[in-house]
């Protein structure tokens, strides 16, 4: 059974999010709201935690294509290889927002991804989650929670999201209604923006 924690997006409770972390640590997996759709995540230090991960989601680990949720851009150094001033600027002028910017792996990559030419990097504009990843002290994976509903391709109600993923998941945050369209995808692993997907970000900053 998941915990279901109430969290306002305006001002995190820290005793709330230092549950969610506690969780994390402990190798477990959340649900959290981001500014586009709810992810599903966990601490990207912890392998067994990706290994469920990749499970629920019906992928291989090493082929997975899961984006990670940073502070800011402070930590990107840890993950990324040196990235030129153009491709800094582009990054600093979008984010924190709705875009997953795809950019050039570093040799420090956690042990599965370590075979990784490019990863995904997300800063979402939403506090919940850029709060849990301040406190935990490194990344968390990011993959959306599709529906199976055609018409609905993401859930947005938390308490609907609750009750499908109750056995899955160890926490559950209600942060709200969530959005129904996903982050807009750049990669700009060969510097020149190249847009993957269109999403909730804006285009016109490119």
């Not at 850029?130 to 308490?159: A, C, F, M, R, W």
Request: glycine residues 6%; aromatic residues 8%; hydrophobic residues 35%.
């Amino acid at each position: 059974m998941a915990e279901f924690i109430r969290i306002y997006e305006e001002n995190p409770n820290p005793k709330e999010i230092d549950r969610v972390v506690q969780v994390l640590k402990k190798g477990g997996l959340i649900i959290y709201p981001t500014d586009t759709v709810y992810g599903l995540g966990c601490d990207i230090t912890n392998i067994k935690a990706l290994e469920k991960v990749a499970r629920i989601k019906g992928v291989k680990l090493e082929k997975s294509n899961f984006s990670f949720v940073c502070h800011d851009l402070s930590n990107l150094s840890d993950y990324v290889k040196q990235i030129d001033t153009s491709v800094f600027k582009i990054l600093k002028r979008a984010l924190p927002g709705a875009y997953t910017f795809i950019l050039p792996g570093s040799k420090s990559l956690p042990n599965p991804f370590k075979k990784r030419k490019t990863v995904g990097i997300r800063v979402p504009d939403n506090n919940i989650a850029l709060d849990i990843v301040k406190q935990l002290g490194n990344p968390i994976i990011s993959t959306s929670i599709h529906d199976e509903d055609e018409i609905l391709e993401y859930t947005t109600d938390p308490e609907l999201i609750l009750e499908k993923w109750d056995n899955l998941v160890d926490i559950v945050i209600d942060g709200g209604y969530g959005d129904n369209e996903p982050s807009t995808v750049i990669d700009l692993s060969e510097n020149e923006p190249t847009i993957i997907r269109e999403g909730k970000g804006s285009l016109e900053i490119f």
